[in-house]
């Protein structure tokens, strides 16, 4: 329940967040970008519905310094969606503060080619703040996962709770390695995103879990996936376009290893999905490789 969120936030030396637990929902695709700019563009509106116009102020420039997202800038990114072959798309609130946020890594066909990358794809996340889910509640948030799902030609995606924000800032590693084993359910969010490895390979599990293809059809789909999971308030829900979607429960939850809060239904699920789950080839939060597959595996062992 969110009531039982453990609210972390890491502040700059000015008194700024620039790292808080929020919902990440991000949706793994392997069409190249050309094919399917206008699923993303029609995703990004509904985002933006959803959040309000207002919930994104900044965008990222070519040299990585944020600027303000009016109607220049707006034009700008609609170009660079429409117009480049491998765009990367950055957009923040008002004031980086790891709240909402469009994050967008595209990729060519001639790009992937010539990379000689199989496993790339693209990869589209979108961020709510935690003040979002307790205002509107889990329904709405998990209403607008499936709109965005429905939207996209996904292989594979998720809603759940995550680190946002600036991850690459010094320190912010240490003070997070505090909390990433104690709480399983929150996940790493990162801002560079996995798209260039993860395949169709699954970063899960989350509250919120969507399946395409090929894994769906190798589970057994829809039918197969209910015969394997049993746990109270899991539910298996088929969408348009050969897609399922796996929910935990009513809300997101974090866990908390030293409350026994072990999360047993993403174990469940945890257990069906191992086969296929994808392993990061970098350390995570610069900690030793084996900290690393032991977060990885934090609902197998």
Known sequence: MSEHY????IEARNGTIIVREGLSLTFY????????????MRALEAYLRAVGPKALGLYADEEGEWCELNEQGWSLIRRKLQEEGCPIIMLEAPEVTGSHAFLYFGKSLEFLSRMNEPDAMCEATFWLSTEFLEEHGPARVRALAIELASLLPLC?????????????????????????????????????????DVGTRLRGPHWINFLGQPVLGELGGAEGLRA?????????????????VITLGEWPEAGDMERGEVLPSYREL????????????????SRPEEETRRWERRFLD
Not at 270 to 285: D, F, I, N, T
Request: proline share 7%.
């Open 156 to 196: 594979s995606g998720s809603c759940g709770l995550s680190f946002l924000g600036g991850l690459d800032l010094v320190g912010v590693d240490r003070e997070l390695a505090r909390y990433w084993m104690r709480y399983p359910g929150i996940d790493i969010s990162d801002e560079s995103g996995y798209s260039w």
């Open 29 to 40: 695709m392997r069409p190249p970008h050309q094919a399917i700019v206008q699923d993303v």
């Open 228 to 244: 394997k999971l049993h746990s109270p308030g899991t539910t298996v829900q088929e969408l348009s376009g050969d897609k399922v």
């Open 270 to 285: 945890a257990r069906v999905l191992e086969p296929w789950l994808y392993q990061s080839k970098v350390r995570m939060l």
């Open 6 to 9: 453990p609210r972390i936030r």
